[in-house]
């Protein structure tokens, strides 16, 4: 098991803790569950024992995993058994500031994650195919059906202006 120091332990909190808790987000829309994702993210990166060859990598292995820690996280049952009593305690987060945000929060799980990663983060389409585990193709389907659909739903003149 790699050790990692103070340091070190900083280091990854401060360059990727942003990165966890709004990918985390874009999937289960809960502000809570992100921060448990990204919590349970850099208990797995402290303890893991993993090693990279460049930041890239590490980066790559951090978005991968919280993908797959967030996937889990939706099909997990706790998830779809909810008693009301729980419900009605839990505060709902708090509002975007932007309509864009709004608007790609609106979008199915799969155009969603596209449009993060590839607006967002900077991806190229080869690297989130990689990343999700999808065909090139199908990523490319992804984000221009999410385009499409913050188009029709921001409207093209105002969505061209802000995207």
């Not at 829309?29 to 992100?34: I, P």
Request: glycine share 4%; proline share 3%.
């Amino acid at each position: 098991m790699k050790q990692f120091n103070r340091a070190d332990a900083e280091r990854l909190v401060q360059t990727y803790s942003d990165l966890i808790l709004r990918l985390a987000y874009t999937y289960l829309k809960s502000t809570h569950d992100a921060e448990d994702i990204c919590q349970n993210i850099f208990l797995k990166l402290l303890t893991g024992g993993q090693t990279f060859d460049s930041p890239a990598h590490e980066k790559a292995w951090i978005i991968r995993a919280t993908a797959n820690a967030c996937k889990d996280s939706l099909r997990a049952a706790h998830r779809r058994n909810v008693g009301l009593e729980a419900a009605a305690a839990t505060p709902a987060p708090a509002a975007p500031d932007s309509d864009v945000l709004d608007a790609v929060m609106a979008l199915p799980r799969k155009y969603r994650e596209a449009v993060y990663l590839h607006y967002y983060e900077g991806y190229s389409v080869r690297e989130i195919a990689s990343l999700l585990g999808q065909s090139e193709s199908a990523v490319s389907a992804h984000l221009s059906r999410g385009r499409k659909s913050l188009r029709t739903t921001l409207g093209g003149d105002l969505y061209e202006q802000r995207v």
